[in-house]
């Protein structure tokens, strides 16, 4: 994967020390997976179509474009991209309107890298007005920046969301940590050349080189991802 958005900020990854922290949304700081699925099976259904589960595995962790141009294909329904997307956010916003439940260990950890001053930014391929929308729940004061995946031309699986992010906030990406519960989300990041931290939601991650894979993020704390950087940045000749 290519893109034209700068790779390192204005700081230098020689003092090997962490210096953002990069968080995905649905799913890895709030528990709305099963709220997507159930706006797409609710919207699917007026429209005459009965979604069964193995779709779900499919659609999980993508951008609105993706998942809901694969539902249009698998179930041949007579509707554009562009109406079936608000459709899908409508059905969305209505449920996430009455309140979205955190993740164990979320507001933990929000509440610890705010304490101690890491740049945090929340990247997300939901669009804007969800993001906006979910900040009452997370406490926008917990985000130096906030990226939507219509705020960029492309999002993931492609880097540019954490490179953007990066960029913005003059940080070398390679000692940037980014947690993600997908594995559209952890390749992003990965190609953006972060130390990535995966807590699988709704579908397995495999263990790979240089992923860290956890069950919670109960695992995840400031000491724990200062060490993922040192240790990367240690292991770098």
Known sequence: MTSSIPAVGTRTAEAATLQAVFLDLDGTLVDTEGFWWEAEAEVFAELGHILDDTHREVVVGGPMTRSAG????????????????VLLNAAFLARIGRGVPLMPGARRLLAELAAHGIPTALVSASHRA???????????????LTLAGDDLERTKPHPDPYLTAAARLGADPACCAVIEDTLTGVTAGEAAGCQVVAVPSVTPIPSAPGRTVVRSLEEVDLPFLRTLITESRGSVH
């Open 130 to 144: 969800i993001i906006d929308q979910m900040l009452h729940s997370l406490g926008p004061e917990h985000f130096r």
């Open 70 to 85: 694969y539902l249009i294909q698998a179930t041949g329904v007579d509707i554009s991209l562009t109406e079936l997307s």
